[in-house]
């Protein structure tokens, strides 16, 4: 297949072949989409094709006009409506009970269906202007970290997508908060930008998913590298937790029997004898930004581990946990 790869100003082309059961791969503000119509099964099953991954995971539904939400969904409880009036269009996902017609091979055969309005204006023009709503997962190939630019969408999906819309590099760089919007009260499923802090404000009862505690929990698990491996560059991903003084102290004794490492600081940070140093910036929403590209990065430049440090702060500290404890497998060093 030849994929065509256009700008924002040229997307006509791109929205047409999402109407007639095309793949069209966009920016948005989290990360880069792989969109199809949510409502023609043979388009949602290439999604998992060109991902390469035989998948029962439910995709989300994008939306572009805030009443579409009611075309989906079935019931809208009073919290729902509220968090989409503060955080729509934006980086928060809501599950609600689906209506009939909402396709099995979108929601992998539940009830519920989860909707996002994303604030990405490249995003909003074109699924406008394809007139369906688009059921899209990252568009990264099955189990690498989430492309935040163009030149890392190419790389996995050149030949597999009708289109690849070229945007900017995504705002925020990571996956959208899911929300369960089902049930009484806000259970977040996956942390992202928006934060749980954020939910309180409009639920009080608004937690995270207990599984995703437990799961955070998992410091070594019995079989590393099958149950969390997501998120992952080829380089073997270490976790090095703690206080400044001592991350630098840990990675730099590792670093003289390895010279074929590389590292990933936070908050500054010097270290001669890895093969290269990435930076991830200074505070979470830093981390969030860069955390993807840099993982990517450090393949380009063929390393075989990654040491990346991690200290937790609030704001998206959740959800750059979240995604770099999976990079890494649950590969952890509290130091
Ligand atoms: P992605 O499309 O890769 O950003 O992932 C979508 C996320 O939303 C996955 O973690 C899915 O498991 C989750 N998801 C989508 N639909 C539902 C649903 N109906 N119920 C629960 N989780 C869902
Ligand atoms: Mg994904």
């Known amino acids: 297949m030849k994929t065509v790869t256009v700008d924002k100003n040229n997307l006509e082309g791109a929205a047409v072949c999402l109407r007639n059961g095309g793949l069209v791969v966009f920016p948005t ?5 792989l969109g199809a119509d949510a409502s023609n099964p043979q388009a949602v099953e290439n999604i998992y094709k060109a991902k390469g991954r035989p998948s029962d995971n439910p995709l989300i539904v994008h939306i572009a006009n805030f009443d579409d939400v009611y075309k989906l969904a079935r019931e809208i409880p009073d919290f729902a409506a509220e968090l989409m009036e503060r955080y729509w269009p934006g980086p928060l996902t809501l599950i ?4 009939p017609h909402v396709i099995d091979r979108v929601t992998a055969g539940l009830d519920t269906v989860a909707v996002r309005y994303p604030s990405n204006p490249i995003a909003n023009e074109l699924i406008r202007r394809s007139g369906v709503f688009v059921a899209a997962p990252s ?13 890392h969408v190419k790389a996995d999906l050149d030949g597999r997508v009708d289109y690849i819309v070229n945007g900017e590099g995504c705002e925020i760089g990571l996956e959208s908060t899911v929300v ?13 930008a928006i934060t749980l802090e954020m939910l309180s404000k409009v ?25 969390y491996i997501h998120y992952s560059p080829k380089a073997d991903v270490i976790v090095v937790c703690g206080e400044k003084q001592n991350r630098t102290e840990y990675i730099s004794s ?33 981390y969030g930004h860069i955390l993807f590209y840099n993982l990517r990065e450090f393949d380009g430049h063929g390393v075989d581990t990654v040491y990346a440090e991690f200290e937790i702060q609030d704001g998206m500290g959740d959800a750059v946990k979240n995604r770099l404890y999976k990079s890494a497998g ?3 060093v509290n130091v």
């Open 180 to 192: 369960d919007a089902s049930g009484d009260f806000p259970v977040i499923l996956r942390p992202g």
């Open 96 to 99: 609600f009970k689906k209506q």
């Open 203 to 227: 639920h009080p009862g608004a937690c995270m998913d207990p599984a995703l505690l437990d799961s955070d929990k998992v410091e070594k698990p019995k079989c590393p590298g099958m149950k």
């Open 254 to 286: 590792q670093l003289k029997a390895n010279s074929n490492a590389g590292v990933m600081t936070f908050c500054g940070g010097e270290y001669p004898d890895a093969k290269c140093t990435l930076s991830a910036g200074n505070t979470m929403q830093e």
């Open 330 to 332: 649950f590969n952890i």
């Open 29 to 33: 503000e989290t990360v880069y989409g």
């Open 139 to 151: 568009a990264n190939l099955s189990g690498s970290p989430s492309p935040t630019v163009y030149r």
